[in-house]
């Protein structure tokens, strides 16, 4: 017995953020930044950083902490490190900070949050200069809270939609559910099919009846935000997709290895969801992580899911002019056919769609575009008046659309497939660091006259 009491108090003492982590504490709700006591700072001299500034916070016991924030006054964008105790040893994060008059301070979770890791302890914050050589600079508070956990999917519902983000994958959606049209599952001759009614249409038992629509397959699948930049060059140096060489390119679910991106913030209220993520690197390793974040606001309007992006990167890599997914679009495979309005007639009322019923995927499909004239498509499932899903990018009319194993969906559940229909809006951009991108999005489901009557109201 004695024994066992030593290699639990060993424990203790050699773990003690992570087992207080786990035992029942004050959670904060607020996050207004009083300040903790700064013990003093060397590297900015009358308000300007230099090469770089050290702030000293001592290591001394702060209170359990996940959660910090820092407000600030900057002429530019910034790198910081903070550090602070893990486990009774030093531990260290990068973060970045844009340029700021100190109305919005800057909030992050810090790392291994969802795995219940806290600290007591900071240590220190630095902070560089990104895209200037100096910074005029003021540190106006550092703070650190104490936030409840979040669970690793975070859900939203109305009567129209459930909609779901997946904090492992960098806060993308990867859940959406229609709540009033019966969309059910059913097998028919052993592939799965999809379809408001589907056990009526097609004659046969449901084998699901709360259909997620979004394929959550990998990483690389969900519907999420995903950039292009720089190849290799003096500054970087790119990975391998397979045997291709892999340009610069922060995915917000994480990398073709399943490892998971680093959620950085979020709020959850009854009307949306926002999130910030530090996103991979597609084609490298967690630890090449990306110096750059990606916001996303989820919203549940009038037959519409809304979704607002941003993005800024941190790198300084050599600026591209390049194709963009605005955004990376992965249905359910059952929703084979891809349709949109091509016509001279937007928003009249012409029923004259057009239908493509035989999508493959690339390299073997070359990379078809399709200029729709609304600035929507859809996939649906194989008849006319069949349920899908769409979307509709208001300033983007080209779509790059295909899909992956058609007619191969097994599972019960078709989001878990390795089959999916894909849809990416695609524009031709600068991909530059130290200049936020920003756009939206909107998603529906129904029959196409349904899910194109829904974008006409928001349009």
């Known amino acids: 017995m004695k024994n066992i009491i030593s290699v639990i108090l060993s424990f203790i003492m050699l773990f003690p953020s992570y087992v207080f982590s786990l035992l029942p504490s004050r959670a904060d709700t607020e996050f207004n930044i009083t300040g903790i006591e700064i013990n003093g700072a060397t590297g900015i001299e009358n308000g300007v950083i230099g090469e770089k500034a050290v702030y000293d916070f001592n ?35 990068e973060f970045f900070l844009e340029p700021s008059d100190g109305a919005k301070p800057f909030y992050s979770f810090i790392d291994g949050v969802l795995d219940k890791t806290k600290s ?22 550092v703070d650190v809270f104490n936030r409840s956990v979040p669970d690793k999917n975070v859900y939203l ?45 097609y004659g046969k038992k449901s084998v699901n009846n709360s259909v997620n629509l979004i394929n959550r397959h990998d990483t690389g699948r969900l519907i999420q935000q995903s950039y292009y930049g720089t190849g290799d060059c003096d500054a970087y140096q790119g990975g391998f997709y397979g045997e291709n060489k892999w340009n610069y390119n922060p995915v917000q679910g994480g990398n073709l290895y399943n490892e998971s991106s680093k959620i950085v913030d979020l709020e959850v209220t009854d009307d949306y ?39 800024v990167d941190f790198s300084g890599y050599p600026a591209v002019f390049t194709t963009q997914e605005l955004p990376a679009f992965y249905c359910v495979e059952p929703f084979n ?27 073997d499909a070359g ?21 899908g899903i769409g ?9 790059l659309a ?58």
């Not at 991979?280 to 974040?293: F, G, N, Q, R, V």
């Not at 809304?306 to 993005?311: A, I, L, N, S, T």
């Not at 029923?351 to 390299?363: C, E, G, H, R, V």
């Open 59 to 93: 290591g001394e016991d702060c209170g359990w902490f996940n959660y910090y924030g820092i407000s600030y006054k900057s002429d530019t964008y910034m790198k910081g490190v903070i550090t602070y105790i893990i486990r009774g040893g030093e531990y260290s994060e």
């Open 367 to 387: 990379y078809p575009n399709f200029t729709t004239t609304e600035n929507w498509s859809a996939f649906i499932g194989e008849f006319d008046d069949s349920f």
């Open 273 to 311: 969801i926002y999130i910030k993520c530090r996103p991979l690197d597609w084609a490298k390793p967690a630890a090449d992580i990306t110096p750059s974040y990606m916001e996303a606001t989820y919203t549940i309007g009038e037959g519409t899911v809304e979704v607002k992006c941003r993005f």
């Open 157 to 201: 519902e109305t009567d129209e939609y459930k909609i779901g983000v997946n904090l492992l994958w960098g806060g993308a959606l990867d859940y959406l559910e229609d709540m009033n049209s019966d969309v059910q599952a059913v097998k028919v001759d052993g592939i799965t099919k999809v379809d408001s009614k589907a056990a009526e249409r």
């Open 402 to 459: 295909g899909v992956y194993d058609r007619e191969k969906t097994t599972e019960t559940d078709p989001s878990s497939s390795v089959s999916t229909s894909y849809i990416a809006a695609v524009q031709w951009c600068d991909f530059q660091s130290f200049a936020p991108a920003e756009y939206k999005y909107y998603i529906a489901t129904g029959t196409v006259d349904e899910i194109r009557a829904s974008f006409n109201e928001v349009r």
């Open 120 to 141: 007591n302890r900071l240590c220190s914050v630095s902070l560089e200069p990104l895209s200037k050589e100096t910074a005029v600079f003021e540190l106006l508070g």
């Open 391 to 399: 979307i509709y990018t208001p300033h983007h009319n080209t779509y």
């Open 337 to 363: 056919r891809f349709v949109y309005y091509g016509g001279d007639a937007p928003w009249t009322g012409d029923k004259n769609y057009t239908y493509q019923n035989s999508l493959i995927f690339w390299p």
